[in-house]
């Protein structure tokens, strides 16, 4: 197969054996992987592959059912599916736990559904599962013109929350509008006063945040009473200190998360749960992926130098046909 690999920092086009599917696992023939912002810091060193996983970057293709490993049932060669993996998605075939496959229906643009499975997965886990977000909270989404941040934008709209979201400039921010937010803010701008002319000083009960350390103080004083900040980047910064008293009397709380590194049952029970309450969103039109451009595979390299420059708005796709 050909595949991506890493050479002195350098993304290249390369031969590698064919995977074979294990037991319980899926061989993908794939049409395309999703570029992610781990992606740029497992090329960096700074992300490793869990034990056992691919070293070939890529945490989501789509593509069609190849190969059947032993015990996989539900499934057939040559079904259209997308998956979020561990690692192996730069390349023309990947080998993936059944149980996160999603069914692409024949419907969907096949390549576009690449841009599915990791940030719907990741926005489903934190904003429900974690973030407990209800119909009529509020929900501020940090970077909603990213990759999650668009999915989330459009999730949080489609579960009856009000949506509010940063973005990089003010056409950016017209955009995360067009997608559901209810109130889309500069990120330039004094956020943490433009949340609190959107809430009437009241803050926001869920906060779903790429960044980190260098916006946890402003993100804690966001928070309404009870409040749940959820981090799940940290682009700003992995250390930082938080005023305690502040969490104690607004009965906040703070949670860290990552997907990549969950056991194999956790990964599929939230697959299983995206496949039930979010696919039927999709199929409706109120969540669509948001692609910003198809590049090929041999041009990894500059699609990552196109994510690094802040320039994406929703997914970059590299297509392997």
């Given at each position: 197969?050909?595949?991506?690999?890493?050479?002195?920092?350098?993304?290249?086009?390369?031969?590698?054996?064919?995977?074979?599917?294990?037991?319980?696992?899926?061989?993908?023939?794939?049409?395309?992987?999703?570029?992610?912002?781990?992606?740029?810091?497992?090329?960096?060193?700074?992300?490793?592959?869990p034990p056992g996983a691919s070293d070939v970057i890529g945490l989501e293709v789509s593509g069609t059912v190849r190969e059947l490993g032993e015990g996989v049932t539900g499934w057939r060669v040559g079904d259209r599916a997308c998956a979020v993996l561990a690692g192996g998605g730069y390349a023309t075939r990947a080998v993936v736990p059944a149980g996160q496959l999603l069914p692409?229906?024949?419907?969907?643009?096949?390549?576009?559904?690449?841009?599915l499975p990791e940030a719907v997965c990741t926005a489903w886990s934190n904003l429900v599962d974690v973030g407990r977000l209800a119909p009529g909270e509020t929900l501020l989404v940090h970077g909603g013109s990213g990759g999650?941040?668009?999915?989330?934008?459009?999730?949080?709209?489609?579960?009856?929350?009000?949506?509010?979201?940063?973005?990089?400039?003010?056409?950016?921010?017209?955009?995360c509008e067009e997608l559901g937010a209810d109130v889309a803010v500069d990120h330039h701008d004094d956020v943490p006063a433009a949340v609190a002319a959107a809430t009437d000083g009241r803050g926001v009960d869920v906060i779903l945040d790429v960044l980190g350390a260098g916006a946890l103080a402003d993100n804690v004083a966001m928070l309404a009473t009870g409040g749940r900040l959820v981090v799940i980047g940290t682009q700003r910064g992995s250390r930082a200190e938080v005023n305690l008293l502040t969490l104690m009397q607004k009965r906040a709380s703070v949670h860290g998360t990552t997907l990549r590194s969950r056991p194999l049952e956790d990964k599929a029970r939230?697959?299983?749960?995206?496949?039930?309450?979010?696919?039927?969103?999709?199929?409706d039109g109120r969540l669509r992926a948001v692609v910003h451009e198809r590049l090929p595979l041999a041009e990894a390299e500059r699609a990552h130098a196109l994510l690094d420059s802040g320039e994406v708005f929703g997914k970059l796709l590299l297509v392997t046909a």
């Open positions: 197969m050909r595949a991506i690999t890493v050479s002195d920092d350098r993304l290249v086009l390369t031969e590698l054996p064919d995977p074979s599917p294990g037991p319980g696992e899926v061989l993908l023939d794939v049409a395309a992987a999703g570029v992610n912002r781990a992606d740029l810091l497992q090329r960096a060193g700074h992300y490793p592959p692409v229906p024949q419907d969907w643009e096949l390549v576009d559904a690449a841009a999650v941040g668009s999915v989330a934008v459009q999730l949080g709209r489609a579960l009856g929350a009000r949506v509010l979201t940063t973005a990089g400039s003010p056409a950016r921010a017209a955009r939230i697959v299983a749960a995206v496949r039930e309450r979010v696919w039927p969103m999709v199929a």
